[in-house]
């Protein structure tokens, strides 16, 4: 298995910062490596596929980085509806594997 | 927009299966693996296997013993059963999409849409 070790765990900050999450991977993924935002009672949303692709629709505050064994999600300029849980997924193998989370809450 | 709705019975007793749908809002199931998740409390998200339209599948091995994954395209939905089930396996169970974002010969899916999930308990 692939394990995923996210930081941190809990990150609190304010509207307007920047704030960064990263993820790092047990063994090589060359890029392929994903990130979503979660909020509670509602379905995960993908963000970033293939390390720094963004989805349709998801503000260019957002932004993805790395590749190897470290990636990096980034938030500019957070917005109020930014407050959530993010998680980064792996998809290197056959089958997947989730880091832990990312709780980001409000100063 | 598609969306993805679990349904299944939200109490399970132990040594029982387990058994959820997930009812697909789209025309067509084609060209994407349809894929299971779930997450017990506090813990991570843990993927537990994938079905192709076409009805080939792929497990993680901490569940191939135990996991049947089947797609019915003619109503839309896609099915997962998990034989066997301990006070482990409770969990939110999510349904999910996987993509290979135009890039289907790299044989890298990812999820790109998921369900919000339903709860599921294993007790007596």
């Known amino acids: 298995d692939i394990q995923m070790t996210q930081s941190p765990s809990t990150l609190s900050a304010s509207v307007g910062d920047t704030v960064t999450i990263t993820c790092r991977a047990s063994q090589s993924l060359s890029r392929w490596l994903a990130w979503y935002q979660q909020k509670p009672g509602k379905a995960p949303k993908l963000l970033v596929s293939?390390?720094?692709n963004l989805e349709s629709g998801v503000p260019s505050r957002f932004s993805g980085s790395g590749s190897g064994t470290e990636f990096t999600l980034t938030i500019s300029s957070l917005q109020p509806d930014d407050f959530a849980i993010y998680f980064c997924?792996?998809?290197?193998?056959?089958?997947?594997?989730f880091g832990q989370g990312t709780k980001l809450e409000i100063k | 927009q598609v969306q993805l709705q679990e349904s299944g019975p939200g109490l399970v007793k132990p040594s029982e299966t387990l058994s959820l749908t997930c009812s697909v809002s789209s025309d067509s199931m084609n060209y994407y693996y349809w894929t299971w998740i779930r997450q017990p409390a506090g813990k991570r998200l843990e993927w537990i296997g994938r079905v192709y339209s076409s009805g080939s599948t792929n497990y993680n091995p901490s569940f191939k013993s135990r996991v049947t994954m089947s797609v019915d395209t003619s109503k839309n939905q896609f099915s997962l059963k998990l034989s066997s089930v301990t006070a482990a396996d409770t969990a939110l169970y999510h349904c999910?999409?996987?993509?290979?974002?135009?890039?289907?010969?790299?044989?890298?899916?990812?999820?790109?849409?998921w369900g919000r999930g339903t709860l599921v308990t294993v007790s007596s």
């Open positions: 293939k390390t720094s």
């Open positions: 997924q792996e998809y290197n193998t056959y089958y997947p594997t």
């Open positions: 999910a999409r996987e993509d290979c974002g135009g890039d289907c010969q790299s044989g890298h899916w990812y999820v790109d849409l």
